[in-house]
């Protein structure tokens, strides 16, 4: 199994532009989610889905997009990006019955020019 | 006020130390707690849960005291390996929404 995948590693946008980050898992988990990761403040949620066709935001959703068209993918569209941006994206996965035992991808680091 | 707070260290100890993290959460509806372990530029694992009764994994002693709504975590026994950041985490609710991340606590051990 690869547990879950990101993709890209690394990324440098400039402000405005838009992209499109990929988070897959193969553990046929109901949940995923999109964390962002800053300096000094803990794990923040962006966006979480409970399964296929649902979709719902986390504490900071403004200036991200989701969707979750099938089980396995989960991506986050940056829809304008801009320094605040600038971060560590973590996605994660889990079974909808130990949603605190999570499963965390690689990360994409994100610049924001 | 901070929902989790930890102490942000570094806590630096020499192999073979004991040492002991401690995590307070603000809301007395929590319900769930884990400590995960991060390594440097890596993502989080989860390294334990924490239940009521307290438990052990090893060299890992984990630690509930509601009344007080603070879970600690001890190890014992340092390894160099042992380096790392520990996140405590507290749930509300069987949701990914209520499920808070602390900043982590800081640990190097020293050879």
């Known amino acids: 199994n690869a547990g879950v995948t990101q993709t890209p590693k690394f990324q440098v946008l400039k402000t405005g532009q838009s992209m499109t980050l990929q988070c897959a898992q193969d553990m046929n988990h109901e949940y995923m989610s999109w964390y962002r990761q800053d300096p000094g403040m803990g794990l923040r949620l962006i966006h979480y889905s409970v399964g296929a066709g649902i979709t719902d935001q986390g504490e900071v959703p403004n200036g991200y997009n989701v969707s979750r068209s099938t089980t396995e993918d989960f991506p986050l569209r940056l829809l304008s990006a801009a320094p605040s941006q600038t971060s560590v994206y973590f996605c994660?996965?889990?079974?909808?019955?130990?949603?605190?035992?999570?499963?965390f991808g690689p990360g994409t680091r994100l610049t924001v020019l | 006020r901070k929902e989790v707070e930890q102490d942000p260290g570094p806590f630096n100890v020499p192999e073979g130390a004991t040492v002991a993290f401690n995590c307070t959460y603000s809301?007395?509806?929590?319900?769930?707690f884990f400590w995960y372990r991060q390594d440097c530029r890596k993502e989080p694992k989860l390294l334990m849960s924490v239940y009521s009764s307290g438990n052990e994994d090893g060299r890992f002693t984990a630690q509930l005291n509601r009344a007080s709504q603070y879970i600690s975590l001890l190890i014992r026994d340092s390894k160099l390996s042992d380096s790392a950041t520990y996140l405590c985490v507290v749930s509300t609710s069987g949701s990914a929404r209520q499920l808070t991340f602390g900043s982590g606590t800081q640990l190097t051990v020293l050879p």
């Open positions: 809301n007395s509806a929590s319900q769930s």
């Open positions: 994660a996965s889990s079974s909808v019955g130990a949603v605190g035992e999570q499963f």
